[in-house]
Each structure stands twice: as C-alpha cells, then as structure tokens.
C-alpha cells in the first residue's frame, strides 16, 4: 500500500475513535441529565405526597374536633337535663321504667 492510502486509513481510524468518544461523552451527558431529571421529578413527588398527607391529618384532626365538640355539646345538654329534674320525678320515672319492663 502506498503511503497516502495508509495515512487516509490512519485518518478515518482517528475520525472513527473521536466520533465514538464524542458519542460516549453525549451518552453519559445525556444520560446525566436523564438521571438528574428523575431524581428532581422523584422529590418532588415526594414532597407533593408529604403535603398531602400532612394536609389529611390536619382535616382529620379537624372533624375530630369538631365531632368531639358536638359530642361534648350533646353530653352537657343530657347532664343539664338531669340535674333539671326534681327529686320528686325520680319515684315517677322508676315507676315508670318498671312498667315498662314488666309489661
């Protein structure tokens, strides 16, 4: 072979060897990049989740709240209706109770 055709084959070897170097750098930046996205998309669906479930506590805590306001309510009334009766209407509602068990 002459010269010219080894230094041309030498040449395309070369070309040959930065291209796939240049490849393997776009690869690995791209897949960089890849694996930066996802760890950005990953934390911040974390974050979102974090959020929601915070935000469910804090509604349960609230109705839990609320309902034990409204149980508390409810017991006050019952406890004030009981000391309002008389003494006298104790004898009656026994009476009363037994009738109705008995019969």
């Not at 979102?48 to 309510?73: C, G, H, N, V, W």
């Amino acid at each position: 072979m002459s010269d010219a055709a080894v230094e041309k084959i030498q040449l395309a070897e070369k070309e040959a060897e930065d291209l796939l170097a240049a490849s393997r750098a776009k690869s690995k930046e791209i897949l960089d990049q890849a694996r930066e996205e996802a760890d950005s998309l990953y934390k911040d669906l974390i974050d979102r989740a974090r959020k929601m479930e915070e935000e469910k506590i804090r509604d349960m805590e609230k109705k839990a709240q609320e309902d034990s306001q409204d149980l508390l309510a409810k017991t006050d009334s019952q406890v004030q209706r009981l000391e309002d009766m008389k003494k006298e209407d104790f004898p009656d509602l026994v009476k009363s109770i037994v009738e109705k068990v008995v019969v």
